[in-house]
């Protein structure tokens, strides 16, 4: 009976022991996992750098960090939520339900969409109206909308191969798949004029034309990626005839798998992003709790450390990782400095 | 047995009713016969599919996994600058502190200058791209060391650097001249160098043990991830699965099996237990995410949060191997108790739970192993992430601090980017499956040893 003893012992002192260590004293960080790496580099350098514990960063996409952000004000609540877009009036007003209402915007730079295919494969010079015509559900054929024909690239572009369409692209769930559908499936449409047709079909609605002009094909050809960059690559090195949507900084640590796509004829990559020669692009935030700055140790810290200019400056390691620098940092650093909160200072 | 027949034909004198010799065989002896042979190749089949399956697993774990342990290493002289490290010249702790692991590029890129030209290696790289050869740990390990060692500011001291992802997959063959045309991280030239450092013996593979005891580390740097943290973080768990799911387990199986009245109360916590022990196991981590975290406010990611769900994963299998092991105690050695004057209480924790005792340790050493290499239920309690890089310092921080686990590393390894980090997936598997082998071989040793049978 000694061994339930011992154990029933251990547990009273691991009890007492955790009202005691109940103060957190490490910044809790979750969200986006486009932002994720970033995260990790930074919260890895600032424990190194500081007294601090290094912060914990966990993934899991910008809306389900988000909505964990928006929980509440607490020990037991994240501190920071990544998010690679803007976070969405909705959000802001669940957040204010709870409690939150002062939160810092931080945005820490931009991050590029790239288009890539088998190293191997054909190489793919695509403009916004390929995917359009490639993806769609429905498309503009001789000024009538019927459901998309196109089978092969080819059909699309006469200029590309005749190899079957198969393209993985993000799924709902990621912050990628809005910029997809935005920059480049809802650009195609408008140029194609498809948007004017649906515009039309739908009686001048300009919301239920956009919301048709992003719904893709459900034959197969197009194929939603729940899960991360690695699960796309995988489906590529299987089927190399397939097309995914991949991070700028995930393509660059894997050049000897992939081989990019040109888009409207510029190449991706950090400068071409930054000039903005690069349509498909996109910023990235984390929001910060300005009600656990001084509570918990070493968030303000975090924060600045994150946007300093040794860190998510042009020459730092998020851009040496891929991150294209904000050009802004300054004001941003600025910002952080004064904890600005959303909507004016209150 | 209608099938025997006479040996010689001669019989036939005997009336049978289906005649024929013992020595020639009937149609239908044959086809019987046939029968049991087809079976006997279905089942040698099938155990040679699986044993198949189970050498290309073995064989691709270990092929990928292998690479992990070991890893490429720069000897360098580092002269400690104090130009660089302690303006001032007074050793002032907190003036030290103030220089970042990016003040420490510059001395970096000095040594790496210096071993250059000490070795009279010729080369056009510049000093930026010399220092890419190294990891980006390097600053850290430097600024660690005079942090700890601030009295050796202005001496030269010999560091054993890791060097880059990059180069070390070099090394094991995973980067090619051909396959880095594209990559920004890495140049020919740079590769150049690296095999003129490897045959002046600065750069060599050696056995990494930070990759066993080390903590994670971010995407910029995967040479220098371990496991170690994140086995702690399991450990951890391990050990609150065994202090709550045992004697729980074990009580409630006791109650049930020798105490408890037969009722349909009994028949249903009976048939609720069976049941429960099929759950997936994502439920209990949903279960836990609620009752643990949202009600009770433990705090997220913390590997109490982790035993306690995992406990609860647990819990059917142990009760269910403990009542088995009971069962087979034979009723004789109660009776034989009770019937010299002992106690209900006495016969079951003096004679029936002895002999049960093996029984009961198999089922908990096989439900830990269980418990061990579960991810599911980690996800939704926040146990998967950028989170095992802090070693806990106590007993209460390795319950409470936030912290991953093996099979969580090993499947946010598999998620990132750099292919350095999907070896150190593979890597992790054989250090998970090693305790796995381990704790099972112990069930089955446990028994075989002490289990007595009636």
Same mark, same amino acid.
């Given at each position: 009976m000694s061994f339930v003893k011992l154990t029933a012992s251990t547990l009273a002192i691991a009890a007492v022991s955790a009202t005691a260590a109940a103060a957190r004293d490490q910044v809790q960080v979750a969200g986006s996992s486009t932002v994720l790496p970033y995260a990790s580099i930074v919260a890895e350098a600032f424990g190194e750098n500081f007294d601090f514990p290094t912060p914990v960063v966990e993934s899991g996409g910008s809306s389900a960090g988000l909505k964990r952000f928006c929980e509440g004000v607490g020990e037991n609540t994240i501190d920071v939520a990544n998010a690679s877009r803007k976070i969405k009036d909705k959000e802001i007003a669940a957040c204010a339900e709870n409690g939150v209402t002062d939160i810092i915007e931080v945005r820490i730079g931009y991050d590029g969409i790239v288009f890539a295919s088998d190293i191997n494969a054909n190489a793919f010079e695509y403009t916004p109206t390929d995917w359009f015509l490639a993806l769609s559900d429905k498309v503009l054929v001789d000024g009538q909308l019927v459901d998309n024909p196109n089978q092969t690239w080819a059909d699309v572009n006469p200029n590309f191969p005749a190899v079957d369409i198969q393209a993985f692209v993000p799924g709902t769930k990621h912050g990628t798949r809005e910029v997809f559908e935005d920059k480049v499936i809802l650009a195609g449409c408008e140029a194609t004029g498809a948007f004017d047709a649906f515009k039309e079909a739908n009686g001048g609605d300009k919301k239920a034309a956009e919301k048709a002009c992003i719904a893709l094909r459900t034959d197969g050809k197009s194929v939603d990626i729940d899960g991360d960059y690695t699960e796309t690559l995988a489906r590529i090195e299987s089927n190399k005839d397939g097309v995914g949507v991949f991070g700028l900084a995930f393509y660059e640590n894997n050049t000897d798998k992939l081989q990019v796509a040109t888009m409207s004829g510029v190449v991706p990559s950090t400068e071409s992003i930054a000039t903005g020669e690069y349509p498909v692009s996109r910023p990235l935030f984390f929001y910060v709790k300005k009600a656990h700055i001084g509570v918990i140790p070493g968030l303000k810290e975090y924060a600045e450390f994150f946007v300093s200019d040794e860190v998510a400056g042009p020459d730092g390691p998020l851009a040496e990782y891929g991150l294209v620098a904000d050009p802004e940092l300054a004001e941003t650093q600025e910002a952080v400095a004064e904890e600005a909160v959303m909507g004016g200072n209150s | 047995m209608t099938d025997f027949s006479h040996s010689t034909p001669s019989a036939a004198t005997e009336p049978r009713k289906h005649g024929g010799s013992l020595l020639a065989q009937t149609a239908r002896t044959r086809k019987r016969n046939a029968a049991e042979k087809r079976f006997r190749a279905y089942g040698i089949a099938a155990i040679a599919a699986g044993l198949a399956m189970l050498l290309v697993l073995v064989v691709t774990i270990v092929s990928k996994g292998t690479g992990a342990f070991q890893q490429t290493f720069v000897t360098l002289n580092v002269e400690l600058l104090e130009s660089k490290l302690d303006k001032n010249g007074n050793r002032d702790l907190d003036d030290i502190k103030k220089v970042t692991t990016f003040g420490y590029a510059p001395i970096i890129k000095g040594a #790496?200058?210096?071993?250059?030209?000490?070795?009279?290696?010729?080369?056009?790289?510049?000093?930026?791209?010399?220092?890419?050869?190294? &990891?980006?740990?390097?600053? !850290?390990?430097? =600024?660690?060391?005079? %942090? !700890?060692? $601030?009295?050796?500011?202005?001496?030269?001291?010999? @560091?054993?650097?890791?060097?880059?992802? =990059?180069?070390?997959?070099?090394?094991?063959? =995973?980067?090619?001249?051909?396959? %880095?045309?594209?990559? +920004?991280?890495? &140049?020919?030239?740079?590769?150049?160098?690296?095999?003129?450092?490897?045959?002046?013996?600065?750069? +060599?593979?050696? @056995?990494?043990?930070? @990759?066993?005891?080390?903590?994670?580390?971010?995407?910029? =740097?995967?040479?220098?991830?371990? #496991?170690?943290?994140?086995?702690?973080?399991?450990?951890?768990?391990? @050990?609150?699965?065994?202090?709550?799911?045992? $004697? %729980?387990?074990?009580?409630? &199986?006791?109650?049930?099996?020798?105490f408890a009245p037969q009722n349909w109360l009994t028949d249903m916590i009976e048939v609720n237990i069976a049941n429960l022990a099929a759950v997936p196991s994502i439920v209990f981590g949903i279960l836990g995410l609620a009752v643990f975290i949202n009600y009770m406010h433990l705090p997220t990611s913390a590997p109490l949060v982790g035993g306690l769900v995992l406990t609860l994963m647990t819990l059917p299998t142990i009760i269910i191997s403990t009542r088995a092991s009971l069962k087979a105690v034979p009723p004789s050695i109660r009776d034989a108790a009770l019937g010299v004057g002992a106690s209900k209480m006495q016969a079951v924790f003096h004679h029936v739970l002895p002999l049960a005792a093996p029984g009961i340790l198999t089922g908990t050493i096989i439900g830990l192993a269980q418990a061990l290499g579960e991810t599911a239920p980690l996800l939704l309690i926040g146990m998967v992430g950028f989170i095992a890089s802090n070693a806990p310092e106590s007993l209460a921080d390795g319950l409470l601090a936030p912290n991953s686990a093996m099979p969580a590393q090993i499947y946010e390894w598999a998620k990132r980017a750099d292919p350095a980090f999907y070896e150190r997936a593979w890597g992790g598997i054989i250090i998970l499956l090693i305790f796995l082998v381990t704790m099972n071989t112990l069930a089955v040793i446990l028994r075989r040893r002490f289990e007595r049978r009636w």
């Open positions: - | #790496m200058e210096a071993a250059v030209e000490e070795l009279g290696i010729e080369t056009d790289l510049k000093s930026k791209e010399l220092a890419g050869i190294l &990891s980006k740990n390097a600053a !850290a390990q430097l =600024r660690e060391y005079v %942090i !700890a060692n $601030p009295d050796q500011i202005g001496e030269t001291v010999e @560091f054993r650097f890791l060097a880059s992802s =990059r180069v070390d997959g070099y090394l094991k063959g =995973r980067v090619h001249r051909d396959s %880095i045309a594209n990559d +920004k991280n890495i &140049s020919p030239e740079q590769l150049d160098l690296v095999d003129e450092l490897a045959a002046a013996g600065v750069l +060599k593979k050696t @056995f990494n043990m930070d @990759f066993i005891t080390g903590a994670d580390a971010s995407d910029a =740097r995967p040479e220098a991830a371990g #496991m170690g943290v994140s086995m702690l973080g399991s450990l951890f768990m391990m @050990f609150v699965v065994l202090a709550l799911a045992l $004697p %729980i387990g074990v009580a409630a &199986s006791i109650y049930l099996e020798e």
